[in-house]
C-alpha cells in the first residue's frame, strides 16, 4: 500500500506562482509513474501533468502547458508541481496520484491510477 500526502496548496494572486509537494510512502517509489489531476467545483477532475520516468518523459494538459512544470526526486520519494503565471481557472482542488508499472508512456487516465492523494487547494484570486 502507498500514501501520498500531498502539501503546498493555498491562496496566490493571478500571474503568482506556488509549488505542490507530494511524499510518497514505500519502497517502490521510482518504478511508479506520478502526476497530479486536478478538480474544481462543479466540473469533473481532469489530468494536469505526469513525470512517467523520472524526469526523461514528461506530460502536460494543453491547459496547463509551458506554466507548469512537473518533477521528481526518487531520493526522497517526492513529485513536485511548479506553477506559474496562475490564472483563476487554475482554482482546484490538486490531486496527487500514482500508477503502480508497467511502464506505459503517455498521459495518465484517471482509471488506471492506483493510488490518490487527500488533496490540496489551489485557489488563484485578487
Known amino acids: 500500500q502507498v500514501q501520498l500526502v500531498e502539501s503546498g496548496g493555498g491562496l496566490v494572486q493571478p500571474g503568482g506562482s506556488l509549488r505542490l509537494s507530494c511524499v510518497a510512502s514505500?519502497?517502490?517509489?521510482?518504478?511508479?509513474?506520478m502526476g497530479w489531476f486536478r478538480q474544481a467545483p462543479g466540473l469533473e477532475r481532469e489530468f494536469v501533468a505526469a513525470?512517467?520516468?523520472?524526469?526523461?518523459?514528461?506530460y502536460y494538459a494543453d491547459s496547463v502547458k509551458g506554466r507548469f512544470t512537473v518533477s521528481r526526486d526518487n531520493a526522497k520519494n517526492t513529485v513536485y508541481l511548479e506553477m506559474n503565471s496562475l490564472k483563476p481557472e487554475d482554482t482546484a482542488v490538486y490531486y496527487c496520484a500514482a500508477r503502480k508499472p508497467p511502464l506505459r508512456l503517455g498521459k495518465l487516465r484517471q482509471w488506471e491510477i492506483d493510488y490518490w492523494g487527500q488533496g490540496t487547494q489551489v485557489t488563484v484570486s485578487s
Open positions: 513525470d512517467i520516468w523520472n524526469g526523461g518523459n514528461t
Open positions: 514505500g519502497r517502490s517509489f521510482s518504478s511508479y509513474a
